[in-house]
């Protein structure tokens, strides 16, 4: 039969053992628990992150709305106005005047190369010869759908300076 002291040793090994397994599964499940909290701390920034994203998104949204809607309605009352002009037409520019006013061939070269954009041609025959089938009366619709067109274009670059302006930090920081 074994002696008391070896079985009080055993025991005490026994203890020192539990107690030993028992600190290492402790500390298994303190280090667990700790990458489970990182792992937690981790996905709540990018979900944090996302939420901030969708705000800012749903700010410029906003801003985008406002800000197309008033370059459509400006841009509406350009072409309101350009078809207000050119019905005018008639009254201003009368078949009298049409009559009496020969439209040059020149004229009608150098209007098509601007409005081109491009330096006009030689003209070949005198320039001063009368355009065939141009009336005074198509002139002014022709100048006024320009100038309706250029106005249009002009309310665009103006929204889009302002959707710069509104949704780029870095534009709204420059003088």
Not at 8 to 22: E, K, M
Not at 103 to 112: A, N, Q, S
Not at 161 to 169: A, G, H, I, K, L
Request: net charge negative; charged share 20%; glycine share 6%.
């Amino acid at each position: 039969m074994p002696s008391p002291r070896a079985i009080v040793t055993l025991l005490i090994l026994l203890v020192i053992a539990a107690l030993i397994g028992g600190g290492v599964w402790q500390q298994s499940r303190i280090d667990a628990a700790k990458n489970a909290t990182r792992s937690a701390e981790n996905r709540l920034r990018a979900v944090e992150g996302e939420r901030d994203t969708a705000r800012e998104e749903t700010r410029l949204a906003r801003e985008n709305v406002r800000v197309v809607t008033k370059y459509v309605d400006r841009v509406e009352t350009v072409y309101v106005a350009g078809k207000t002009i050119t019905k005018e037409i008639p009254v201003y520019v009368t078949p009298e005047a049409d009559a009496a006013c020969t439209v040059p061939l020149g004229f009608v070269r150098i209007h098509d190369a601007a409005a081109a954009n491009t330096p006009p041609e030689p003209a070949p025959g005198d320039p001063d010869a009368p355009a065939a089938g141009i009336a005074l009366s198509a002139v002014a619709e022709t100048v006024a759908d320009n100038y309706t067109q250029y106005h249009a274009l002009g309310e665009q670059l103006i929204g889009l300076q302002d959707y710069v302006r509104t949704s780029c930090p870095a534009a709204q920081a420059s003088p």
